[in-house]
């Protein structure tokens, strides 16, 4: 099949290459040139295991192409694919600029039948708008398929080679022939369904992940005042089929650029139909809270945090990604430089990207762990990376000020963190030690 992707962010780069790989030819658009020719020449903008090597074969054999030229790219393709972002408004909701300004031009593109897809996160009732859209532009025929992206960053390619599901949400059994038989070589579980559900099944999805994570966080917090361990009951609760085990682990909120778009838009989308989403505001209202969490247990650590030097272990939203929008690192630095804190940083890839929102002549950044916490009075693990968790406790205590570790992501056990002398606050793990 012959894919023109538009968009070569994180969804359209890892889908064109992950259709490529399946065999078909792809072709990626987009209008920053700059962006194109370092993709012609085996560069990536972003930090996804596994992405470039994938990208390389297929350019190889010819089967990925990128390109800046839209018009031809639309007109020699059998489906193309939107996949440009839509970033958050100041009000929540989705900005679709993106999203019109490319149909629109995909709409002026056309020279006969095309089947558009959008992969793009839209509101519900986005894809009907998209066909009007394209209906002003254009006397070709077509049809509008909505088709929701699940991948996570950091493992996109997995995903997406391995999907639990894939949704199509189409009006027309041309189209969505089209993209079953796209996608059945990736699953064996795809579902057929109306565009406004295909749209809502992804928000629904985010939204109820997010809730998970929200609920342990608050048990968590209830644990710590009981005496009860989170991660024994987490490990109780998911033990049941119903509740299952994922997106139980408590720690210091979501972020990304995922789950906090797009729960604020659903909140949103259902204000937009005069409908009070209480349950997903306090998910939201939650996830922000629970960051300020860390600060709380340093300052039962050390008292007043004036002057401290506090190291902070991991600044990614997750481990995996170099991404740190909406990472709730970001906010605990700021308020600890605010509480007038020295601040020592180590994470392995997210550095270069969080010192670009948040730079401060109170923050160092160290490329060793250990060299970062070295004469600090308590270092925060912020995200679980691999080279964290597996850090040799005894150094550890060994060169810092004062042996203090509040770990916002419970990847330490209790044992090890004893033997070393360490002063231990976990998240919802009763009292520290
Ligand atoms: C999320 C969804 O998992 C994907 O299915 C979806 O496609 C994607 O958003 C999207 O909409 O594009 P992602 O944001 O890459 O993917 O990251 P996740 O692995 O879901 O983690 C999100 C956040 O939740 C991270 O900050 C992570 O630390 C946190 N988390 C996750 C927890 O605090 N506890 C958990 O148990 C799981």
Redesign the pocket.
Known sequence: MKITIIGTGYVGLVSGVCYAEIGNQVTCVDNDKKKISMLRDGEIPIYEPGLKELMDINMNVGRLHFTTELLEAVRTADLVIVAVGTPPLSTGEADLSFVESAVHQVALAMNGYLVIAIKS?VPVGTNVRVKQWIATKTKHPFDVVSIP??????SAIFDTMHPDRIIIGADSKRASTLLFELHRPLSDQIMLTDIHSAEMIKYAS?AF?ATK?SFINEIANICEKVGADVEEVALGMGLDRRIGSS???A?I???????PK?TKALIQIAGNVEYDFKLLKSVVEVNQMQRWGIIEKLKQALGTLKGRKIAIWGLA??PGTDDVREAPSLEIVAKLLELGAKIRLYDPVAMDNFLRYLGHPDIIGFEDALEAVTGCDAVCLLTEWEVICEINLKQVAEVMASPIIIDGRNVFDYESVKKAGIIYFPIGRSKPM
């Not at 909120?253 to 789950?259: D, K, N, P």
């Open positions: 996160t992206e699940f991948m996570r960053e950091g985010n992940l994570i997106f139980l682990k720690g909120g979501y972020g990304g650029s995922c789950f797009d939203f997750k």
